[in-house]
């Protein structure tokens, strides 16, 4: 296998050939190192490919099997629990979280309800005290520390991207209900019974077979680094209290953490079948996860903002439903605005879109520099829908 002409395996149905292509492409001029791509359409899949290195010595080639760390496409497999338990009368949105979880009720936080979390409008987008890699990695102080903290903003009137904490605020009102972290409840409801390839963290068994993230330098990316030292105080403690990266991600300590927001690991295939549960309206390979109505109100858009986090590094308004974003009129998900899904830092996707029947997991581990649609996940996006 050379460096430019990596072998690209798996299938993709005649229709869809434009997705192969994309894929192709991807390698030949978007800088791709390892990657895979899955895209099912009223629940059959249609196109599962894979190929090039899964390290960056470009020693091993990238397996059907390869999982990798998706970052925060790890959010949608994490919004699933809370709405699970919804759809189960365990959780209601419209409750303050201090309900289920008391203690969060300090520094003005009595009143900070669950879709709040959710859609990440609580104010809590980072700690405004120092926080390490190591305390990200400790479940109880990262929780004990956001229920002390006092909100940024105004919870409820503008969402602020909660990069590092979402998984935390959520997994919290996950536990406190079911007595089980996101990561434990995922695999029992869902990834266990449909035999899905993705966990939170990653059990070490499987460390022989995942993918090495990469985050090469680029001018971009220098460009982007320069720019973090201009960033409201909001935003530095979002995106860089801790800082952590590829570097972070590639260690024994970052897979052993519970981080549900940003250390989920699978395949393309799995976070296709994930948010293919969206996509089909709560079902995936005829089991039923969620009810029709739950699995809509996934999408229940909160109001559209400049992110008081995101907002620097993107040229439009956005719109989170209750734990990922709306397609809008931008198309980050294709053409029908309310599509939705969720981006992963340097560049994974899963995508959701109900009407078209249609769900895509994108995975690899050359991380871009953008913030969202990463034009390698976008030449996909598009691959898709030329072929509807």
Known sequence: MSEREP??????????????????????????LGAAVAVTVDGVTVADLWG???????????????????????????????????????????APVAAYWPEFAAAGKERVLVRHLLSHRAGLAGLREPHSFA??????????????????????????????????????????????????????????????????????????????????????????????????????AALANPPVGAA???????????????NGHGTARAVAALYGVFAGRGTHDGRRILSPEAAERVREGQG?????????????????GLGLWLSGPHGSYGPNPRAFGHDGFGGSCGLADPEAGVSLGYTMNRMGPHIADDPRKMALVEAVYSAL
């Open 7 to 32: 072998v690209i395996e798996g299938h993709c149905d005649s229709r869809f050939a434009a997705v192969r292509e994309a894929f192709e492409e991807n390698f030949r001029q978007r800088d791709e």
């Open 52 to 94: 090039g290195w899964a390290d960056r010595g470009r020693t091993r080639a990238w397996e059907r099997d390869t999982p990798v760390n998706v970052w925060s496409t790890s959010k949608g497999p994490t919004a699933l629990c809370a709405h699970i338990l919804a759809d189960r009368g365990l959780l209601d949105l419209d």
């Open 135 to 236: 305390d990200l990695c400790d479940w109880e102080t990262t929780t004990a520390r956001l229920a002390a903290t006092e909100p940024w903003w105004e919870p409820g009137t503008r969402s602020g991207y909660h990069a590092l904490t979402y998984g935390h605020l959520v997994g919290e009102v996950v536990r406190r209900i079911s007595g089980l972290l996101p990561g434990a409840f995922l695999a029992r409801e869902v990834t266990g019974p449909l035999g899905v390839d993705f966990t939170i963290g990653l059990p070490e068994k499987d460390a022989g077979r995942v993918a090495e993230l990469e985050h090469r330098r680029s001018p971009a990316s220098d460009e982007r680094a320069a720019a973090y030292g201009q960033l409201p105080p909001v935003a530095l």
């Open 248 to 262: 972070e991600a590639n260690t024994a300590r970052w897979r052993a953490a519970e981080i549900p927001a940003a």
């Open 304 to 320: 559209s903002c400049r992110d008081l986090v995101l907002g620097a590094g993107l040229a439009h308004e956005t719109e989170i």
